[in-house]
């Protein structure tokens, strides 16, 4: 045992190491092999570079932007209707109980596009600079034949003018409420990616590139491009194509928004609502919606009693670690 010399044990034969080619010795300059990008999900962003339409803890652009107005008192203007709606706030009672009827999952529809508005109100309004591209310019690109003022790139739009423009389309294509906030979340994507600044002279178009994209990505039935044609009568099919196409690249084609990400702009779109005086309506508890909503209890505590009744529980009272019959005693391993 042991012996090299023994007629039983041979030395294998040294292995013949062969130079290794790559893949990108034969490539031009300049090119890399398709083999080596990376996964969308893999991208990692330059340093310095936070998306926040891609990382969860990093703030919103909006919500950025807002708190200067906000903090020097300078907010959107209210109608007397909104402010004496304020001045009424509603408060449950022993007869009545009042529920916000928006949740993430499921927010409501003219609130959440309105703060959506919002949130675009404040992007034109404390833009930094002046940064555009020609395919999203409306004077290049008109959306109606009438075209555009000379002064078109010199006015901000009110709040109340981009509400406006964003609930048109989507009473037309009969969009949803998550879909805006997808929406904002590609537009604030297409900021960064694009390193452009979103101004009167291109908001529209860059809104619309954004909700088209949105509807196709979120939407199960999605709008076709020709669809908005419909509802915007002058501009073409071709020119939808080549918005979206170019939308798309600007992207880098990274069109993923994770759920964490999602939750984040809705509750820092709540939180510009609230900072507005634009709150969420709180309606009264329906004697329906209790009953579905005890109902969804209900299931619920079947479920947990199930597992529980399975040996499922991965919890345990502390009443229970201190008796006898709760108590769970971990084998003993003597050696």
Same mark, same amino acid.
């Given at each position: 045992?042991?012996?090299?010399?023994?007629?039983?044990?041979?030395?294998?034969?040294?292995?013949?190491?062969?130079?290794?080619?790559?893949?990108?010795?034969?490539?031009?300059?300049?090119?890399?092999?398709?083999?080596?990008?990376?996964?969308?999900?893999?991208?990692?962003?330059?340093?310095?570079?936070?998306?926040?339409?891609?990382?969860?803890?990093?703030?919103?652009?909006?919500?950025?932007?807002?708190?200067?107005?906000?903090?020097?008192?300078?907010?959107?203007?209210?109608?007397?209707?909104?402010?004496?709606?304020?001045?009424?706030?509603?408060?449950?009672?022993?007869?009545?109980?009042?529920?916000?009827?928006?949740?993430?999952?499921?927010?409501?529809?003219?609130?959440?596009?309105?703060?959506?508005?919002?949130?675009?109100?404040?992007?034109?309004?404390?833009?930094?600079?002046?940064?555009?591209?020609?395919?999203?310019?409306?004077?290049?690109?008109? $959306?109606?034949?009438?075209? #555009?003022? *000379? @002064?078109?790139?010199?006015? =901000?739009?009110?709040?109340? %003018? /981009?509400? +406006?423009?964003?609930?048109?389309?989507?009473?037309?294509?009969?969009?949803?409420?998550?879909?805006?906030?997808?929406?904002?979340?590609?537009?604030?994507?297409?900021?960064?990616?694009?390193?452009?600044?979103?101004?009167?002279?291109?908001?529209?178009?860059?809104?619309?590139?954004?909700? $088209?994209?949105?509807?196709? #990505?979120? *939407? @199960?039935?999605?709008?076709? =491009?020709?669809?908005?044609? %419909? /509802?915007? +009568?002058?501009?073409?099919?071709?020119?939808?194509?080549?918005?979206?196409?170019?939308?798309?690249?600007?992207?880098?084609?990274?069109?993923?928004?994770?759920?964490?990400?999602?939750?984040?702009?809705?509750?820092?779109?709540?939180?510009?609502?609230?900072?507005?005086?634009?709150?969420?309506?709180?309606?009264?508890?329906?004697?329906?919606?209790?009953?579905?909503?005890?109902?969804?209890?209900?299931?619920?505590?079947?479920?947990?009693?199930?597992?529980?009744?399975?040996?499922?529980?991965?919890?345990?009272?502390?009443?229970?670690?201190?008796?006898?019959?709760?108590?769970?005693?971990?084998?003993?391993?003597?050696?």
């Amino acid at each position: 045992m042991g012996n090299q010399n023994s007629c039983c044990c041979y030395r294998s034969p040294s292995p013949i190491r062969k130079d290794i080619v790559k893949l990108e010795d034969y490539l031009p300059e300049g090119e890399v092999s398709s083999n080596n990008i990376q996964h969308i999900s893999e991208r990692e962003p330059d340093d310095g570079d936070i998306d926040p339409s891609q990382d969860p803890i990093a703030g919103t652009i909006f919500m950025e932007r807002s708190k200067a107005s906000i903090e020097n008192g300078i907010t959107r203007k209210r109608s007397q209707h909104q402010i004496a709606e304020n001045k009424m706030k509603k408060s449950s009672s022993c007869s009545t109980i009042y529920l916000d009827d928006s949740t993430v999952s499921q927010p409501n529809l003219k609130n959440t596009v309105k703060c959506v508005a919002l949130a675009i109100y404040y992007h034109i309004k404390n833009r930094t600079s002046e940064r555009r591209l020609d395919i999203f310019d409306e004077k290049m690109h008109p $959306l109606s034949k009438e075209g #555009v003022n *000379d @002064d078109y790139d010199k006015y =901000n739009p009110e709040h109340k %003018q /981009i509400y +406006k423009f964003v609930r048109t389309l989507f009473n037309a294509a009969q969009l949803t409420a998550e879909c805006a906030i997808i929406t904002l979340v590609y537009l604030e994507r297409l900021l960064i990616c694009a390193d452009l600044d979103i101004a009167p002279s291109n908001w529209k178009r860059i809104v619309l590139g954004a909700i $088209l994209l949105a509807s196709k #990505v979120w *939407d @199960d039935q999605a709008v076709w =491009n020709v669809d908005y044609c %419909q /509802i915007l +009568k002058d501009i073409t099919v071709e020119d939808m194509n080549e918005l979206e196409r170019q939308f798309l690249e600007m992207l880098q084609f990274n069109i993923n928004v994770p759920s964490s990400v999602y939750a984040k702009y809705y509750f820092d779109l709540r939180t510009l609502a609230e900072a507005n005086d634009l709150a969420f309506p709180s309606e009264p508890l329906s004697k329906e919606r209790a009953q579905k909503l005890e109902a969804m209890s209900r299931v619920m505590e079947d479920k947990i009693s199930a597992e529980v009744k399975n040996g499922i529980k991965k919890w345990s009272s502390l009443d229970n670690v201190n008796s006898g019959a709760g108590v769970r005693r971990s084998v003993a391993i003597l050696s």
